[in-house]
């Protein structure tokens, strides 16, 4: 029993569990009248919110120094541009793919079909926002200000920021010895505050499961079930299934050794819905897995930017499902506008909690679909958020694990070893 109330991922679990049981308490058994209950949500939304911004202080900082340090410890920049190649091109491959079997789903299923949302819709009014095109986002990436880069959080610019600085620290050579070890201490030093913060996580997710219980509108989401349980399906079959067989058939790993190793990570990113802030875990995990640091610095940051996996297709099952519950299916045409757009939005969306909707959102506003059935998806998108960043995270891990395999550093008897140590 020791063993179990030890472990953090069952401790996480077990705030999970408890907190959405008491939310929901409070939410159907609880009188309106009784005040115990608007103050335990108002401190669980204190708490919880607390909990969040601790790990979103470390988050920028920690990319920082991990990319740098990551390529710091590169033997050579020749083995960056191989290991950057990769990891880009297979982040951005496991995005397309997503989107395009997505697509074939929705296509097949026509999530929305025969559902009234207009009927049940209130009135949002949004911007119009017209999608960035790619030539805008590549400039973005350079900053003209690095403070303003820090202070707004804008990942791209931090990680070419990174990048060019652990390049510039190689292309020292013999000189680069005291950078170097700076770079490589303040990791250490942010490995260690993540450690201290993620000790708090079976607190955090407890707090943040209260407000999450508390506060859904289970009559909305009822009217959309089918929307719901498709986009949860795919998720589930996404981290569960699809990414686990993938990493059996490239590196060898068993899928129940490979899930058992994400279990935390899973548990994590489902509570705090933002993949920015499950970095520090997605980090540990690869690393559990066999990873090596410069790997694991350079693409656990980068694909908690832009492997937006779940994002994308999240953002197309929303369109497709508004665009039917409207009366105004696409048409195949506009397909492959739809999925371009969604591989945009994806790579630029914000790994942050509801992040999703701004991109879905768009999507609506440039297809010429009404607005106000945000207010629809915006009801429900708490589930479908937690789902979304688990699918996102788990794909990250994914992808590194594939990369730091075809560099060697790992093997299956590694994996299911190093899974003894940690459990």
Known sequence: MSKITNSLSARVFIGLILGLTIGTLIQYAVPPTWAIGKFTLEASQGFGGMFVKMIQLIVVPLVFFSIASGICELK???SFGRLGSKTFGLYVLNTVVAIGATLLIVLWLKPGTGVDLGSMAETVKLAATEPPSMWQMVINIVPSNPFRAFVDGDMLQIIFMAIMTGIA??????????????FKVGNEVMMKLITLVMSLAPYGVFFLMITLGGTLDTSKMLAVAGYIA???????????VIYPVIVYLTTG????????????????????????ATIPVTMKTVQNIGVSKSIAGFG???????NMSGAAVYTTIAVMFVANAYGMPL??????????????????????????????GICL????????????????DRICDMFCTTANVVGDTAINTIVAKTE?????????NNLQIVA
């Open 230 to 240: 498709l986009v949860v399906g795919m998720f589930i079959l996404m981290f569960m």
């Open 331 to 360: 048409e195949m045409n506009q397909m492959l506008p739809l999925a371009f757009t969604v591989l945009l939005l994806s790579i630029g969306a914000g790994g942050v909690p509801g992040g999703g909707i701004v991109s879905i």
């Open 408 to 416: 060697g550093e790992i093997s299956a008897e590694n994996a299911e």
């Open 300 to 306: 656990v940051p980068l694909g908690a930017t832009m």
């Open 76 to 78: 050579d920049l020749s």
């Open 253 to 276: 790993i068993k899928p129940t050794v490979f899930i058992k190793h994400i279990r935390e990570q899973i548990m994590f990113s489902l509570s705090s819905a933002s993949s920015n």
């Open 169 to 182: 620290i190689q292309a020292l050579g013999e000189q680069s010895g005291p950078a170097n070890r700076a």
């Open 365 to 380: 506003h440039t297809f010429g679909l009404p607005i106000e059935a945000l207010a629809i998806v915006a009801a429900v």
